[in-house]
């Protein structure tokens, strides 16, 4: 299927349209999702989506959220984003790995082996810059959100590479447009905004046009549209209207890897613009467990209320009941007074039951851990249910890193770029002529259940391990000279996370001017002696002289 502004369709963008236009007429396609997302968020997390309820803000002045029964939906909803935010951004671990374009390092090998390992280095340095921008920046709280938004359906990320600002968009505050194989065809944002905020020229002509005043607020519009190009060499231009007046200075042109704007949904179905998240699979047993939860409150609160029938016509009145201390005694007869009993224990322990059922089909579809109810369960077993439970999500991780992930890596590159904060290899490239094309490929390290680099020295360590044990390790003899001792501390140090000259590992460069140096001393020790000897020699030479001179002179 081709939308009608497809590049490959025969009706282009209609750019003449205005942006608050283009947004009305794509909101209707949103709307289903919209609906999905609002229902989702009262059963969870109701600050998401709030329904306000304006009855409650005329009489108080504030609105009004309704709180759910049950906190089950909520936690499922953060235990999902917190998942996806330690597969995708953990803490306080380099989880981006910047590594040569193979081409490009078998062609170094061929030149010279030495410039590889020097290209490593610079490239572990850029690692480490990129993990201190992220957590500079504070990437991680609104990616967070993002990722907690495209658990219900769908949100839009977005991060200006150029001032380092970025926010999430929820799906009520954008529209978007992809064609049959899901290119972004155009996206619209709309925010409310204070009349004073916009920029000068802008404001003079919202006043000469529409006669806004300065208290007024008015809907600001940013759409990005396709521009030029087509595959990976799309140009998209952007700019920002207000009440159909469009803001020159906010007009900008970006490549198609470098677009800020970064679309995250759960699930995906080809044809649609967009998608449904992990909580959509679960929805019918949140209503369950909602409507259960309500009905279990209620029903306690109604048990626990406590009313007796006083029978007055035998001689026991309500008063003396009511007034009556703790222990008294009364006359009367013990069948004048009865207790009202609901007699519905048995139907709530009934809807007990099923709560139960539902929240641990729930635990098992949203990756949550519950062991078996036993007094001793082996370690072994609850790491095999752990990962089951996480292969689970390996669907939605695989969209929400092509689609998010790697899309925000080539972002915190283009930002580096920008403030020059990239290393230069310049000096590097000069020794490596006719090599063209990407030098360094971006690979972000995380998935099922590896969480930054560590799965990668896990399964290292293993392969060391079972070389040790089958043929005695690297430093064997028969094969001492297929590894390269300096490499193999460099990858240790690099699936660590750590900086190397931080605990005293060399560079390649401190290395080869050691190796100079300790060259330099051991000529400088053999010229000396050299020279020693021959002042010795010189001095043995010119003690004999004398005396052959006074023989001959005897003579």
Not at 207 to 220: C, F, G, R, S
Not at 329 to 347: C, E, F, H, T, W
Not at 359 to 380: H, N
Not at 520 to 534: D, H, L, N, P
Request: net charge neutral; charged share 25%; aromatic share 10%.
């Amino acid at each position: 299927m081709v939308s009608y502004n497809s590049p490959n369709s025969k009706t282009k963008y209609r750019k003449e349209q205005s942006a608050d236009g283009w947004y009305a007429e794509k909101k209707m396609l949103r709307q289903i999702h919209l609906g999905w997302a609002y229902e989702i968020s009262q059963v969870s997390d109701p600050t998401l989506y709030p329904l306000l309820y304006e009855r409650v803000k005329e009489q108080t002045g504030y609105y009004k959220i309704r709180a759910p029964f049950q906190s089950f939906g909520m936690r499922l909803l953060d235990n999902y984003a917190s998942l996806m935010l330690m597969s995708t951004m953990p803490l306080q671990q380099s989880y981006v790995k910047f590594v040569l374009n193979p081409l490009v390092a078998d062609r170094l090998r061929q030149i010279n082996p030495q410039l590889e390992a020097k290209f490593n280095e610079r490239l572990m340095v850029l690692e480490r810059q990129y993990q201190q921008e992220v957590d500079v920046l504070g990437l991680r709280s609104t990616w967070h959100e993002a990722l907690t938004h495209s658990a219900i359906g769908n949100s839009l990320y977005y991060f200006d590479w150029i001032e380092g600002k970025h926010r999430n968009y929820r799906l009520d505050e954008y529209v978007i447009d992809r064609d049959g194989v899901g290119t972004i065809q155009g996206i619209c944002t709309r925010a409310r905004v204070d009349y004073r905020n916009l920029p000068e020229e802008t404001q003079k002509a919202l006043y000469d046009t529409h006669k806004v005043q300065e208290d007024d607020e008015v809907d600001l519009y940013e759409r990005v549209c396709i521009k030029s190009g087509s595959g990976d060499n799309l140009m998209y231009e952007s700019y920002q209207e207000a009440e159909g007046v469009r803001i020159e200075s906010t007009e900008g042109t970006w490549k198609k890897d470098e677009l800020p704007w970064v679309p995250l949904r759960g699930r995906v179905r080809s044809g649609d613009s967009y998608g449904t998240g992990f909580m959509h699979i679960v929805r019918g047993n949140l209503r369950s467990v909602e409507g259960l939860a309500q009905l279990l409150l209620q029903g306690g609160a109604a048990l626990a209320k406590v009313i007796f029938l006083v029978d007055e016509s035998m001689g026991v009145y309500v008063k003396n009941i009511v007034d009556s201390p703790n222990c008294a005694v009364l006359p009367g007869r013990a069948n004048a007074v009865s207790v009202v009993q609901s007699q519905k224990s048995v139907d709530l322990k009934f809807a007990s039951e099923v709560m139960d059922k539902f929240i641990q089909d729930m635990y098992q579809a949203g990756m949550m851990f519950m062991p078996r109810d036993s007094e001793r369960t082996p370690l072994g077993e609850t790491e095999i249910m752990d990962r089951e439970l996480q292969t689970g999500r390996a669907g939605f991780f695989t969209l929400i890193y092509e689609e998010g992930a790697k899309k925000v890596t080539n972002l915190m590159i283009a930002y580096l770029r920008h403030r020059k904060m990239f290393p230069n290899l310049d000096p590097l490239l000069g020794q490596v002529p006719a090599l063209k094309g990407k030098f360094i490929v971006p690979r972000v390290l995380a998935g099922i259940d590896a969480i930054g680099r560590n799965q990668e020295a896990k399964r290292y360590l293993a392969f060391q391990q079972l070389f040790n044990q089958s043929w005695g390790g690297p430093t064997a003899p028969a094969w001492a000279h297929m590894f390269d001792p300096r490499s193999n501390v460099a990858g240790i140090a690099a699936l660590a996370g750590i900086d190397p000259a931080l605990y005293g590992i060399k560079t390649t460069e401190q290395i080869s001017q050691d190796a100079q140096q300790q060259q330099q001393q051991q000529t400088a020790q053999i010229v000396g002696q050299q020279m020693t000897q021959s002042l010795g020699k010189i001095a043995e030479q010119r003690a004999a002289l004398p005396a052959t001179a006074g023989a001959s002179n005897a003579r």
